[in-house]
């Protein structure tokens, strides 16, 4: 068996984008040092990404003040070994002023939505490499469990059906779990 070549973050990043026979980018993530290719998302997976991230959109247009952006895959160097791509991510407006080329750590929160080809090992490290790298909050959501694991310093908890879901860095935003997934 051959020895897999680990990259850095770094190295990983300066790699040049790769399309498809369609001119699709493929998506890839480093996880550990190792490319993880990401396959294209089921309608399930974007259903739920866009239903979570309209959610925030309006709620942010709505609250300018906090001086908050959500973005959608957004690629983000969050540490030596790993550079992830959120499926669904808040940061503050200041931080996207910065004049680089990829994002510098971890958004202050991150969403990841499960997608079959996600290993409990990678959705583990990633949720452990967001929080070390400064999201205070990180959500795995489950479309098939209809469910979201919410990590943040103090706990790991789970949300189903009507159980609201709310984030300090989101004062006022609250929304049921299972309207995720009223689409799906």
Same mark, same amino acid.
């Given at each position: 068996?051959?020895?897999? @070549?680990?990259?850095?973050?770094?190295?990983?990043?300066?790699?040049?984008?790769?399309?498809?026979? !369609?001119?699709?980018?493929?998506?890839?993530?480093?996880?550990?040092?190792?490319? #993880?290719?990401? /396959?294209?998302?089921?309608?399930?997976? &974007?259903? #739920?990404?866009?239903?979570?991230?309209?959610?925030?959109?309006? =709620?942010?247009?709505?609250?300018?003040?906090?001086?908050?952006?959500?973005? =959608?895959?957004?690629?983000?160097?969050?540490?030596?070994?790993?550079?992830?791509?959120? $499926?669904?991510?808040? @940061?503050?407006?200041?931080?996207?002023?910065?004049?680089?080329?990829?994002?510098?750590?971890?958004?202050?929160?991150?969403?990841? #939505?499960?997608? $079959?080809?996600?290993?409990?090992?990678?959705?583990?490290?990633?949720?452990?490499?967001?929080?070390?790298?400064?999201? &205070?909050?990180? !959500?795995?959501?489950? /479309?098939?469990?209809? &469910?979201?694991?919410?990590?943040?310093?103090?706990?790991?908890?789970?949300?189903?059906?009507?159980?609201?879901? @709310?984030?300090?860095?989101? /004062?006022? =935003?609250?929304? /049921? #779990?299972?309207?995720?997934?009223?689409?799906?």
């Amino acid at each position: 068996m051959a020895a897999t @070549t680990l990259l850095t973050s770094d190295q990983f990043l300066a790699l040049p984008m790769e399309y498809d026979q !369609w001119g699709n980018r493929i998506r890839d993530e480093l996880i550990a040092g190792e490319i #993880v290719l990401k /396959p294209m998302r089921g309608i399930r997976h &974007s259903i #739920v990404q866009a239903e979570i991230g309209s959610r925030f959109t309006i =709620f942010l247009h709505a609250n300018p003040h906090l001086q908050l952006q959500c973005l =959608f895959g957004l690629r983000a160097q969050i540490g030596e070994m790993d550079a992830f791509a959120p $499926d669904v991510c808040v @940061t503050t407006c200041s931080r996207l002023a910065e004049p680089v080329q990829f994002f510098q750590g971890a958004p202050e929160l991150a969403i990841e #939505v499960v997608s $079959d080809s996600d290993t409990a090992c990678h959705l583990k490290r990633k949720a452990d490499m967001y929080r070390k790298g400064g999201s &205070s909050s990180v !959500w795995i959501v489950y /479309p098939e469990a209809r &469910s979201v694991m919410v990590y943040t310093s103090e706990s790991v908890r789970e949300l189903k059906g009507d159980q609201r879901i @709310t984030n300090p860095l989101l /004062p006022g =935003f609250s929304s /049921p #779990v299972a309207a995720f997934f009223e689409l799906t």
